[in-house]
């Protein structure tokens, strides 16, 4: 029940929106300039949003704790490296606090401190005001209301962003990330260890080569072609547009490309 109620709690602060009436900003900032770092420091928000909800609904244990804290401070840096008007300092400031009472809540979750948890619930309420009385004038320089920030930034994440970020793959190995198992190259090759999460597996064949074969070398543990649950040949002397489906149990494995003369891609698509 605490959990919910930790994940409830900050996402009604990191999410976008207020009821506030916006004012135009006195400041000399250029109108494109601030609504182009406002666009961009919600899609990191909206980003932390998710890494807390999905943390919070895993119910991770304390050994996580630190590689969590690190995700939240990297999206607090990815904020503060952004080009930034100078009418924006007062808005990064709370920002900073923002991101550093969403450590102290988690910090404090896992040592089922009651006191600490109530004292950042209420902090949260004066954050958000006052991050929200610094965006204001923000809002009105850069020429959109309140719902026109909701309905442009409130759905919008970093530029490469996808979940499971790198720093927490290994506690979401069972979540397919569209596109990670995906590889191409030119003539023959052995790819790096990937892991494939548990599913079955579309995987296709586009290459310029009349007959090139691709095996996989599993490293741990189950995958194979088809229903066979020995065969780990995935494509035999195969030219463009072949395909073949692979199950996996959850595995580490490795690409094995032979007889490759020319340019290939192979690309994964997961059935369920």
């Not at 006191?115 to 923000?138: F, K, T």
Request: hydrophobic share 40%.
């Amino acid at each position: 029940m605490r959990g919910l109620l930790l994940i409830l709690v900050v996402l009604s602060f990191l999410t976008s929106g207020s009821g506030l009436t916006f004012a135009q900003d006195s400041e000399d900032c250029d109108p494109e300039e601030v609504f182009g770092w406002l666009r961009q420091r919600q899609a990191w928000r909206n980003a932390t949003s998710e890494v807390w909800q999905k943390v919070g609904e895993a119910n991770l244990g304390r050994d996580a704790i630190p590689l969590v804290l690190n995700e939240f401070h990297r999206h607090m840096q990815a904020i503060a490296d952004l080009s930034r008007p100078v009418c924006a300092d007062t808005a990064l400031l709370w920002t900073f606090y923002l991101y550093d009472l969403v450590g102290r809540l988690w910090v404090c979750h896992f040592l089922d401190d009651d006191d600490c948890l109530a004292e950042m619930q209420n902090r949260s309420a004066v954050y958000g005001e006052q991050i929200e009385i610094a965006l204001a004038p923000l809002y009105g320089t850069a020429g959109i209301t309140a719902e026109e920030y909701e309905s442009l930034f409130g759905e919008l994440l970093p530029e490469g962003w996808s979940w499971p970020p790198e720093s927490l793959r290994a506690y979401f190995p069972a979540t397919y990330v569209d596109g990670m198992l995906d590889f191409e190259g030119s003539g023959d090759m052995v790819t790096d260890p990937v892991t494939v999460p548990k599913g079955y597996y579309r995987v296709l064949l586009e290459t310029e080569d009349t007959g090139m074969s691709i095996d996989m070398v599993v490293l741990s543990g189950k995958c194979y072609v088809g229903s066979s649950t020995w065969e780990t040949t995935v494509f035999s002397l195969k030219a463009n547009g072949a395909q073949s489906l692979i199950t996996s149990e959850e595995c580490e494995v490795m690409w094995q490309v032979r007889y490759a003369d020319g340019t290939f891609k192979v690309t994964f698509e997961k059935i369920r």
